[in-house]
């Protein structure tokens, strides 16, 4: 099976860059398809159409939800690069090194914008609607499986946290939208 999708090799680097994947990157995604599909594939049906054209919708699907996990997880953490104009080093008396971050003017908007964000979550008046918020945009747990652990429906969690993604827009968006357009200082 894997023999047959590599001879797919150049038209998945090109699905991945199509799909917004870096150049540096695309190889990488390609390569963890495989490792996936060897992994978890137990059935060869699931992969190919036949016995040589594999079933590219299924190649594409993975390569799309590792992209789409790398992507949730990359925003998570924030990085700094030494290289930033931002990330300076300087050496403390005890000759330790000390890593300091100078704030920008965009980062010290951002930091703003998502004290309004908690702060108006925390201005919510019932503690499931807190609760259920928290849970969902703090956490990696998907939709249906925070409605399997919780005995909610997943049609309930998804009208609930559409909600509260309005109620945001209504209460924060015009400061959403001076961020975006760069206005920092009327946030």
């Given at each position: 099976m894997l023999e047959i999708l590599a001879k797919y090799h150049k038209e998945w680097v090109l699905m991945g860059?199509?799909?917004?994947i870096p150049d540096d990157l695309v190889e990488d995604f390609v390569q963890e398809c495989y490792i996936r599909i060897k992994k978890y594939v137990k059935?060869?049906?699931?992969?190919m159409f036949n016995e040589t054209e594999p079933?590219?919708?299924?190649?594409y699907r993975t390569l799309r939800n590792l992209w789409m996990d790398y992507n949730?997880?990359?925003?998570?953490?924030?990085?700094?690069?030494?290289?930033?104009?931002?990330?300076?080093?300087?050496?403390?008396t005890e000759g330790l090194v000390d890593y300091t971050v100078i704030k920008g003017e965009k980062d010290l908007a951002e930091e703003k914008l998502l004290r309004?964000?908690?702060?108006?979550?925390k201005s919510w008046d019932y503690w499931y609607d807190k609760k259920l918020f928290n849970i969902y945009y703090h956490?990696?747990?998907?939709?249906?499986?925070?409605?399997?652990?919780?005995?909610?429906?997943?049609?309930?969690?998804?009208?609930?946290?559409?909600?509260?993604?309005q109620r945001l827009k209504d209460e924060i968006g015009e400061d959403?939208?001076?961020?975006?357009?760069?206005?920092?200082d009327k946030i």
């Open positions: 860059k199509a799909m917004g059935d060869d049906s699931m992969i079933n590219k919708f299924y190649f949730k997880e990359k925003f998570k953490f924030n990085f700094s690069s030494v290289d930033a104009p931002n990330f300076y080093i300087t050496q403390t309004l964000v908690e702060n108006e979550v956490t990696d747990i998907t939709m249906r499986k925070l409605a399997e652990e919780t005995g909610i429906s997943v049609s309930s969690i998804y009208n609930s946290l559409k909600n509260y993604r959403w939208e001076d961020y975006l357009n760069e206005d920092y």
